[in-house]
């Protein structure tokens, strides 16, 4: 069977009807030269090992869709590849992320007002919670659970305009009362969490 498989256009034939006997032998024939490709990407054995795990089974997911006539090594090769760069551009929005809100704590912790930063982000949701109820929903959309306005318009059925002029208006009543630190303090309450978020539900 094995000799049978090695033809790219029957392996492929076997793929798009769900046979696992073929998948074995395409993970059996690869995964070493695959593994050891990745590896030199990344330099990492087990993060290596993770990259072509998400190939092969990226590739079963996706396998009625295969072409018939493509080249099933190179197609792998340049999966492999492509997988590196969406976990290095994964990392590396991560890494600025996470300075990001590094960088807020610590200005929090130089903060010398006479109010402490808890004050300031009580008193920063209760302006929120105090926010004319479209707007509230649209900031809290917004900030919160971090849609685009793209996607606030729609799911609320309102114009990206209509979005833009009521994320304005939180800003400006907020800033009313905590200044130039607002940014910081939204940061702070919504940043982290909502980004994390949203690449946990990439997954």
């Known amino acids: 069977m094995a000799e049978t498989f090695s033809n790219n256009i029957f392996l492929i034939e076997r793929l798009k009807n769900g046979d696992e006997t073929a998948y074995t032998y395409l993970v059996d024939t690869h995964h070493q030269r695959l593994c050891t490709f990745a590896n030199s990407l990344v330099n990492d054995s087990h993060q290596a090992q993770d990259i072509v795990q998400n190939v092969f089974l990226g590739l079963w997911r996706k396998r009625k869709g295969l072409p018939d006539d493509f080249n099933i090594r190179s197609f792998l090769s340049s999966s ?11 990392n590396q929005s991560l890494l600025a ?7 807020a704590l610590q200005l929090a912790n130089e903060e010398k007002d006479s109010e402490t930063i808890e004050q300031l982000v009580s008193i920063v949701k209760e ?10 929903q649209v900031f809290v959309l ?9 996607e606030i318009s729609e799911y609320l059925k309102i114009s990206i305009k209509t979005v833009e002029g009521h994320i304005t208006r939180a800003f400006s009543i907020l800033r009313k009362k905590v200044g130039d630190k607002t940014d910081m303090l939204l940061f702070l309450l919504f940043g982290l969490n909502r980004k994390l978020n949203q690449y946990i539900l990439k997954e």
């Open 80 to 90: 492999v590849y492509n997988e590196f760069i969406d976990q290095y551009r994964k």
């Open 97 to 103: 992320l996470e300075k990001k809100y590094i960088e």
């Open 127 to 136: 302006e929120i919670k105090a926010l004319p109820p479209k707007c509230k």
């Open 142 to 150: 917004s900030r919160q659970e971090g849609l685009t306005n793209i």
